[in-house]
């Protein structure tokens, strides 16, 4: 049976205190442009569960479990301080709970895990870290950069390779994520009903032993700690981090990957489109809705003041112009340009931004313009999306695509360009002066910082998921 939580010694509260209150210091010491956040949870030691925790709020540790690990391995409480406090700076604990539990709690671990091992502290070194960094190099090859919503988002489309990403399970788990979402997980019948067996996989004291027993009273001790908070900390540590990354030249580059991804505002691609094609209102006499009858007769016996005004508005039946420029330099490449092609392209067509008529130029471009398709029509997009190859993979130079759209307008192909779409990583050549049409670039974050745009021109920047 488990000990009752006052059958622990007071010794051993005390001295887990002083090991957690010491972890937090090596990490003070280690990650100065993180000491906010490293002390916005007071620490709570709570017996009833099986090692650590945190909703944001607090956190909360075993101290068995502290003991147990102190003695095993040194790093192993700075480890897990460190990893539940990135957890919240990425917003973990606050995300939907839409997802697959289980795949997205894993994903959770491991992208904290990858920005740990990439910081190569040694307060939180472990003796585990050689084979985590092999799994994580394999991982990074078929994912990218290593951020949650990426692997969560790669394991539910590679439903093949679950099972070989779970089996490393034991490798990142530090804490537990029943206290995430603690008011769902109890109105299904327990807060820590994985407990026992993560535990007993992180080592720490005899998990058959834990109970299922509720957490001291001490939430009057909790911060604050809700996701305003820590978005605040979270842009906080990023305007720290890049001063840190300038002068140190390494050491939190996936940190700052997973804090710009997360601290970026979701922008809806869809409603974008839509407003940015809207048809412009123009005021023009319908000559088909008065009667020139009335109209003539108040002229000629008021002179000067016809009996009917005309509407001065109507609908003209234009043929909707677009341009769509995808960037073909080696930036941009692959799957994720068809997506585009077809996430755009049905946009448009949703509504009655083409109406029955439209003049859509495809153009592929890195320093000169390889291809200009011009599409008219369903079956044409059609046989263009099924034909598609990709011509170019030199560098970026944004300039002739504007100088040949120009040239289009003089020679009459289009004559209401409704604007340019171009969709690339913003790494190019840009022209000096702003062209006489909405112009629109377009991005997909990856990680990496995505250079401005003029100020003539809207800047979107999507994840991989926003135009899926």
Known sequence: MKPAASAVPSEVGTLARKVMEFSRDCLMADLPYLNKAFFHMPLLADEDIASFGTNGKWIRYSSLCVISQARKDRGSCSRAFLHMVLHCLFRHPFESTE?????????????????????????????????????????????????ADRIC????????????????????????????????????????????????????????????????DQEGMAGKGGSEDWDKMGQEAVSNMESFVRGQGKGAGAMLMNLNAVNREKQDYSEFLKKFSMPDEELLINDDEFDYIYY????KLYTDMPLIEPLEYRDENKIREFVVAIDTSCSCQGEMVKKFLEKTYSILKSGNEFFEKFNLHILQCDTVIHRDVKITTDAEFERYMGNAEIAGYGGTDFRPVFTHVDGLIRKGEFRHLKGLLYFTDCRGTFPETMPGYKTAFISIYEGKPIPKVPAWAIQMILQEDEVQ
């Open 99 to 147: 997802r697959d539990s289980l795949l997205w709690n894993f994903s959770c671990d491991m992208a904290v895990e990858n920005v740990i091992l990439e910081m190569g502290l040694a307060s939180t070194a472990s003796d585990r870290d050689e084979e985590i960094e092999k799994f994580l190099g394999t991982a990074r090859e078929k994912i990218g950069m290593l951020n």
């Open 296 to 299: 003539t007769y108040g002229l």
């Open 153 to 216: 988002r790669y394991l539910m489309t590679h439903p093949e390779e679950t099972q070989d990403f779970l089996s490393k399970e034991k490798l990142f788990f530090r804490d537990e994520h029943a206290f995430w979402h603690a008011e769902e997980t109890e109105s299904q019948g327990g807060r820590h009903n994985r407990k026992n067996v993560r535990a007993a996989d992180m080592g720490c004291h005899d998990a058959e032993e834990k109970g299922e027993g509720e957490p001291g």
